[in-house]
């Protein structure tokens, strides 16, 4: 009996094709769990949770069972796939419950946040990316600065962004533009459902110092936090470690200037950048 459509057409998922793989690599070369363990030096439990998917590994990982199998980088690269694919679908699930949150505190430690940005500001980082073309990016440019209608809806979301004082002092090329992403956080900041507040570099260190924290509070009353780097996420919904995570935000909302202190030190950044813009001359 042929194959409904809707399951010949399906394609595998990535991190199924590298627990495959790492599973029949294995069988191939006539090793069991054990023996594997004891060549790569990594624990039976570990390498049987990779075959069976409950677990991804990493890099270094994928690595030592390439030297192992002999099989080049073919494992390093299929771990990448999976790597991006887990990326991707929990990126997906937070943009789902970001649309449904009705509280959303937020620390960034490089950049303005992307709820804040301008669209020269959002430009110009994004560009930064290397999109194939001007069409990419300007499409990229249009999907962040389109989920901001969160703050200006009825019913908006209520937002409390730390901003760190590195992204404050690392300005866009055009002088001009940069006046108009602080004139953009002023005007946030005085709106009631956005509290702005600057980590200055006095506060010394922090432990999300590096990275990247957002908490969003559902309308159920459960919350969850997302971490993100550059390059990668990780969406976090067992209630011990939002916890942690809450109470380390909290931490690092009261070594912060307060509202107040936080809009004054915003208003200094924009006399500070007057005086470098170049006069106009005739």
């Given at each position: 009996?042929?194959?409904?459509?809707?399951?010949?057409?399906?394609?595998?998922?990535?991190?199924?094709?590298?627990?495959?793989?790492?599973?029949?690599?294995?069988?191939?070369?006539?090793?069991?769990?054990?023996?594997?363990?004891?060549?790569?030096?990594?624990?039976?439990?570990?390498?049987?949770?990779?075959?069976?998917?409950?677990?991804?590994?990493?890099?270094?990982?994928?690595?030592?069972?390439?030297?192992?199998?002999?099989?080049?980088?073919?494992?390093?690269?299929?771990?990448?796939?999976?790597?991006?694919?887990?990326?991707?679908?929990?990126?997906?699930?937070?943009?789902?419950?970001?649309?449904?949150?009705?509280?959303?505190?937020?620390?960034?430690?490089?950049?303005?946040?992307?709820?804040?940005?301008?669209?020269?500001?959002?430009?110009?980082?994004?560009?930064?990316a290397l999109p194939k073309d001007e069409e990419q990016l300007e499409e990229r440019v249009a999907a962040r600065i389109g989920r901001q209608t969160v703050l200006t809806q009825e019913g908006p979301l209520h937002l409390r962004a730390?901003?760190?004082?590195?992204?404050?002092?690392?300005?866009?090329?055009?002088?001009?533009?940069?006046?108009?992403?602080?004139?953009?956080?002023?005007?946030?900041?005085?709106?009631?459902?956005?509290?702005?507040?600057?980590?200055?570099?006095?506060?010394?260190?922090?432990?999300?110092?590096?990275?990247?924290?957002?908490?969003?509070?559902?309308?159920?009353?459960?919350?969850?936090?997302?971490?993100?780097?550059?390059?990668?996420?990780?969406?976090?919904?067992?209630?011990?470690?939002?916890?942690?995570?809450?109470?380390?935000?909290?931490?690092?909302?009261?070594?912060?200037?307060?509202?107040?202190?936080?809009v004054a030190f915003l208003r200094s950044l924009m006399e500070d950048n007057a005086t470098c813009e170049p006069s106009d001359r005739t």
């Amino acid at each position: 009996m042929a194959a409904s459509k809707s399951t010949s057409t399906r394609k595998p998922h990535a991190r199924r094709i590298f627990m495959e793989e790492l599973a029949l690599l294995r069988e191939e070369s006539g090793m069991s769990l054990a023996q594997l363990a004891e060549r790569v030096r990594f624990d039976r439990s570990y390498l049987h949770k990779l075959e069976t998917g409950l677990r991804l590994g990493d890099e270094a990982t994928s690595r030592a069972l390439d030297q192992c199998y002999g099989t080049g980088r073919h494992l390093q690269l299929l771990w990448k796939l999976a790597k991006e694919e887990v990326f991707l679908d929990r990126y997906k699930r937070f943009m789902k419950l970001e649309a449904e949150a009705n509280v959303r505190n937020e620390y960034v430690a490089s950049t303005i946040p992307g709820l804040l940005q301008t669209e020269e500001y959002a430009r110009e980082q994004l560009w930064t990316a290397l999109p194939k073309d001007e069409e990419q990016l300007e499409e990229r440019v249009a999907a962040r600065i389109g989920r901001q209608t969160v703050l200006t809806q009825e019913g908006p979301l209520h937002l409390r962004a730390i901003i760190d004082e590195s992204a404050l002092l690392r300005r866009l090329r055009d002088p001009s533009a940069w006046a108009r992403q602080l004139a953009h956080l002023l005007e946030a900041a005085s709106r009631r459902n956005i509290t702005i507040q600057v980590l200055p570099f006095s506060a010394g260190l922090q432990y999300l110092l590096g990275g990247s924290l957002t908490i969003l509070w559902m309308p159920n009353g459960t919350s969850i936090a997302y971490e993100e780097s550059s390059t990668t996420g990780e969406l976090m919904e067992e209630p011990g470690e939002v916890e942690h995570l809450k109470l380390s935000y909290d931490r690092l909302r009261d070594a912060a200037l307060t509202p107040v202190q936080s809009v004054a030190f915003l208003r200094s950044l924009m006399e500070d950048n007057a005086t470098c813009e170049p006069s106009d001359r005739t």
